[in-house]
């Protein structure tokens, strides 16, 4: 039989099955979530008077700022899944703000960029997003907006197993 806490890496320390789990108020996951509703209200709001949702704005901001890119690469970048990411492109293609070409080395692949109206629908709401998130600098402070930012990435780099592993 096989047991999951064999998995774990040796030295780590986990819960006695007799302890109970944190309050909802201090637990990770449903922090994250609750923090990224608050970030993602208002951005919802704006993108909702431009037409495009969240995970389209994700996928420009990627491609304005990165430029050309295999739709791989996007998927990770804009943190998508891939078939999420195919119609999604799809819809962004059709509303003129991408464009897509086969790779000019390897035809299998294919290479998506920001289209001028693309760049145009950024440019356009940079300033309301650079003031969504000057706000939240503001009510946190620039260090902990800073530190939050730095331990998230932190997060996200070294990934969710437990260090030592």
Request: aromatic share 4%.
């Amino acid at each position: 039989m096989h047991c999951w806490i064999a998995q774990w890496p040796a030295g780590l320390q986990i819960w006695p099955m007799s302890r109970t789990l944190p309050s909802t108020s201090r637990s990770l996951p449903i922090a994250l979530l609750r923090a990224r509703e608050q970030v993602m209200g208002p951005i919802r709001a704006m993108l909702a008077d431009v037409g495009i949702t969240e995970q389209q704005w994700r996928v420009l901001r990627v491609l304005d700022e990165a430029g050309a890119m295999e739709p791989t690469r996007i998927a990770d970048e804009a943190c998508l899944l891939l078939p999420s990411l195919t119609r999604i492109l799809q819809k962004l293609e059709e509303k003129d703000l991408i464009l897509r070409r086969r790779d000019e080395e390897d035809k299998r692949k294919q290479i998506v960029q920001i289209s001028a109206t693309g760049s145009e629908v950024i440019a356009a709401n940079l300033d309301a997003s650079i003031a969504l998130m000057d706000a939240l600098r503001v009510r946190l402070g620039n260090d902990r907006y800073e530190l939050l930012l730095d331990l998230l990435n932190e997060v996200h780099e070294t990934g969710a197993a437990p260090a030592g592993g």
